[in-house]
């Protein structure tokens, strides 16, 4: 049995995983090292302050020690959100990799379990063999040579 007959399947199915875990570890990753915090000076204090109302700032509680912002790190989208707006990021990992993982997925699946085979011998069976009669005795033979 060649090598890539034997073990084409089971490098589907590793590869589908992969590209089917991409997209995730970009999650991870932007949600890792997309947020910098820096610590507050022991002299300085959180304040959340009403610009509508002008009712002045509210001094928060002394455990609020870090003012935290996020970063552009691999970000799915670029200017907006949904399908146009998607970055470079959005469409290697989200579209390409996922979609391709899913595809491999299948490819592996119905490699390993011989599908095609199984339907070829299932239709043979039905519809019998080329040129014989069908099951109410019409000879479909000219049709398929067509005539």
Known sequence: MPFCRK???VFCLVLATLFSMADLVRHLVNDA???ACQELEPSQSMQICDSASNDGCTILDPKFDKACFSRSVANEFSGGEGFP???VYGWVFTIFC???GFLLLFVGIFWIINLPQK???KWRSLRGPRGAQSARGVDIAP?????
């Open 98 to 100: 996922t979609w391709t």
């Open 7 to 9: 073990w084409g399947p």
């Open 119 to 121: 339907l070829r011998l």
């Open 33 to 35: 090292w997309g947020t």
């Open 85 to 87: 707006h998607l970055s």
């Open 143 to 147: 049709l398929s040579a067509g005539a």
